[in-house]
């Protein structure tokens, strides 16, 4: 049995849960935390099923790490100004650009 | 090697063994740091009227504490055996998505200094609790920024993990080897899996519930409603319960991977445990309104009902590993200790969560000192056990050499006593009606024998660390070679060298089983 379908058995567990919360009458958002799950898992298991096996990656990345560093200047920008917001979501940009076009292994 | 090839590999490296071994290094160091806070607090609780430390620097104590060790230790260090495992035993090269693995270690750095930053700002660390109830952490009752560096360092911290659970995931589906089906995936592998699918779909939750609440305290307007609080508490459960069985679900996997390797024996009910643990999964996402049994409104008996069910699956997962022990020849070596260790002590852990998902119970237990026991002999009692079964077994796969037999059953024992003597008295404390996160207790209500033992119990633990510590070193400085597979293990990481080469395999054996090294060794019998 491939993977996807391992993933939409546990969508249906979900579904089921999210299911049986009508009979207890469980309030709105735990129905819409719990479906929603249910709904992102269902997603997931199309994705595994349409996706390739993936060729080889570099062996490092500071493209990636850039990415990290550049999310972590978005999050402190937001406390500390908007041009570490701006440099962070540059820096972000500029990363994920590299990581796309980083040759692969 | 270039001039900037050997700094680029330090810092930006993408190969899974070198990642696995820096989230784990990275989390234990969050370990470390977050004990140093239990024994400054189990001091302080020692004897009734001490005043080690502030009742404000206790708050900021327990907060950092809890926030440390599910954020940045036990959660990280999962994954951690994920990144460096799950790949060497679906036969793969590297993870999927292994720059992002790496994107999501420097988070997880990056994260843990935010959150630790609190302790350099005026007015001291963050002192929400790890769970940051809202209006604890509003603006008005939480003032500073150091809250807001601690919900900063939780959307950083979980947004690497993230990355990381999706590359293992990626792993798990798009990386195995030429005849590695799902049926054919490792133990260990099947309990990442169901990991990384709660990882996929709480985490995001949490990251999302971090974010409103830095708006909330900025400007107000997201949790200010009568029903705010509530609908907080659902969101961050969402995430809280989940993390627990993270938290859980790769230590049961690396100790069904001992007991099988331990006890000569094939892992009995395979079938069963993959079902099994998915279900288990699911359930774990369903019950999280269990922590908020005694607010009203809340529908209890669904998620009574759901949190009594876990003991199938659970159930499924004890009868399974306690079934490939029985008629094996089993080798009491300190994996094989540790990992019955977690057995017993999970077990505690376990029943007494059993008792609390009943609403009456919980409503008597709720806040007290027995939630805090439970939820350590999940934690520290279970699935740390778990952890350091993996270790000791996993150990040679990585290093090449041996961890000290003899100072291991020393870590073991100490380890064994110190958690018991911690956390047993809890469940009497909160059985007596000693309320949780509280810095001091009056002299006249005779808590203070139990805090006793429970402190010195703390420091034995600490000794079982240190010890630890000390066999890590005599290993590395003084190494006794493991060779590729000391231990006759059964599953494709023993295939190849001890450390494994950069690209893992010269050569893979034949793929016909969950067990293709042990399937090797009957044939040639």
Known sequence: VSAWRWIALWAGFLAALTALMFVFDVARIAVLLLGGAALGTLALAAVAAASRRTRGEPSSSLPAMGVAFGIALLVAGSEVGPWMLALGAGLVVLSLGTVLREPRA | LTATAVPRRAVATADHKALGIRTGLTALAFFAAGGLLAIAMRTEL????????????????????????????????????????????????????????????????????????????????????????????????????????????????????????????????????????????????WTMLATTLMVLFAFPVLIVTMALLWVERQWGGVFDGPDGPVIYQHLFWFYGHPVVYVMFFPFVGAVGEVIAVFSGRRFFGYRWFTVSILLFAALSMSVWA?????????????????????????????????????????????????????????????????????????????????????????????????????????????????????????????LAIGTNLTFFPQFLLGQEGMARRIADYPDRL????????????????????????????????????????????????????????????????????????????????
């Open chain 2, 46 to 189: 020692a004897q009734p009227g001490l005043q080690v430390v502030s009742h404000h620097t206790y708050n900021e104590l327990f907060t950092m504490h809890g926030s440390t060790m599910i954020y940045l230790f036990v959660t990280p260090i999962a994954l951690a055996l994920g990144l460096y495992l799950v790949p060497l035993q679906v036969g793969a090269r590297n993870l999927v998505g292994a720059r992002w693995a790496l994107a999501g270690w420097w988070l997880l750095v990056l994260g843990g200094v935010a959150m630790w930053s609190g302790f350099l700002m005026q007015g001291g660390a963050a002192d929400v609790t790890w769970s940051g109830f809202d209006p604890l952490s509003d603006a008005v009752n939480s003032p500073g920024r150091a809250t807001d560096a601690w919900i900063h360092g939780v959307i950083l911290a979980s947004t690497g993990e993230l990355l990381m659970a999706g590359s293992i995931m990626a792993t798990l589906i798009r990386g195995r080897a030429p005849g590695m089906t799902m049926l054919r995936l490792p133990v260990f592998s």
């Open chain 2, 290 to 414: 269990h922590h908020m049994l005694t607010i009203p409104g809340v529908a209890v008996r669904y998620f009574s009902l759901t949190s009594t069910l876990l003991i199938i699956p659970a159930g499924i997962e004890y009868f399974d590993l306690i079934g490939t022990m029985a008629g094996g020849r089993i080798r009491l070596a300190v994996p094989m200790l540790f990992a019955l260790g977690f057995l017993v002590q999970f077990l505690i852990g376990g029943i007494t969560g059993i008792w609390i998902a009943s609403p009456p119970l919980d409503n008597h237990a709720n806040n007290s000192y027995f939630i805090v026991a439970h939820f350590h002999y999940t934690l520290l009692a279970g699935s740390v056990f778990g952890l350091f079964a993996g270790l000791y077994h996993w150990w040679p796969k990585v290093t090449g050499g041996l961890l000290r037999e003899g100072l291991g059953r020393w870590h073991f024992a100490l």
């Open chain 2, 446 to 525: 005779g808590w203070g024998d139990l805090n006793l033992i429970s402190t010195i119990g703390s420091y034995v633990i600490a000794v079982s660390m240190f010890v630890f510590a000390v066999n890590v070193v005599v290993a590395l400085h003084r190494p006794v070679p493991a060779g590729d597979d000391p231990w006759g293990g059964h599953t494709l990481e023993w295939a190849t060298t001890s450390p494994p080469p950069a690209h893992n395999f010269d050569a893979l054996p034949p793929i016909r089983s969950f067990a293709p090294l042990l399937d090797l060794r009957e044939a040639q019998r």
